[in-house]
């Protein structure tokens, strides 16, 4: 078991670009979760996915924004024509579904930080 | 809405001393889970301690210990013997359903945590 990776760790980008992130969740996980942290705020829900379904997206995630998770692994967020205010720290957790005590328990990556220029 | 709420920004203990987190949370659901998370300066968010809302006892993992009360929906977080590796933000979160049969966690703004020798 090798823990939620997330690549890349950090992203520079200019204004205007898109860009792309990726999450492994822990491999027997089906659910996958994306979340955006800003500096001095917790973590903020955005999406997820139980295996390749996406089946919430929060109000926080604008039409810029899209993830997929097309096999039910690894995820991927993009965010098109980027804006300094999505400066962040975007974060993928993964949990197990299924029933179980430990099924509510979500495990997160590293995070990529985005900086928009 | 379902809020989280951290009074404490910011909290110093000196190394083998106690100290404890608050949290108070909003809710009108009858069955949730709280937890804590931490997350030191190298940012993983890392899972320390879990409640259910339907379990009178309190939870404890080692040095970590909540002190949950329902009715009074506040969930403080008691470290003992504080370690200079506990020196880190705190996030206390609610389990909150989303969609029909998703869950993503409401985070409060986390309080930092200094442990001092």
């Known amino acids: 078991d090798t823990g939620v990776s997330q690549d890349p760790r950090h992203k520079i980008t200019k204004r205007g670009q898109n860009v792309t992130f990726r999450c492994d969740p822990i491999?027997?996980?089906?659910?996958l979760y994306w979340y955006r942290q800003t500096l001095g705020q917790g973590p903020e829900f955005l999406t997820y996915?139980?295996?390749?379904?996406?089946?919430?997206k929060s109000r926080l995630l604008s039409d810029r924004f899209s993830a997929e998770r097309p096999k039910g692994s690894f995820s991927t967020l993009e965010i098109q024509r980027t804006e300094q205010g999505d400066s962040a720290m975007y974060l993928c957790?993964?949990?197990?579904?299924?029933?179980?005590?430990?099924?509510?328990?979500?495990?997160f990556g590293p995070g990529t930080r985005l900086t928009v220029t | 809405a379902q809020t989280v709420t951290q009074s404490q920004p910011e909290m110093s203990v000196q190394e083998a001393e106690t100290v404890t987190l608050s949290c108070t949370y909003d809710?009108?659901?009858?069955?949730?889970?709280l937890f804590w998370y931490k997350q030191p300066p190298s940012r993983q968010m890392i899972l320390v301690i879990r409640q259910e809302a339907y379990k009178q006892q309190n939870a404890t993992e080692n040095r970590f210990s909540v002190n949950f009360q329902k009715a009074a929906k506040s969930f403080s977080l008691k470290i003992s013997d504080s370690q200079l590796g506990d020196t880190a933000m705190y996030f206390c979160a609610f389990m909150k359903h989303v969609g029909t049969a998703g869950y993503a966690l409401n985070f409060g703004k986390g309080t930092s945590l200094l442990v001092t020798p």
């Open positions: 809710t009108s659901e009858s069955n949730y889970y």
């Open positions: 957790a993964s949990s197990l579904a299924g029933g179980g005590q430990g099924s509510y328990e979500q495990y």
């Open positions: 996915f139980q295996n390749e379904a996406q089946l919430e």
């Open positions: 491999s027997e996980h089906n659910r």
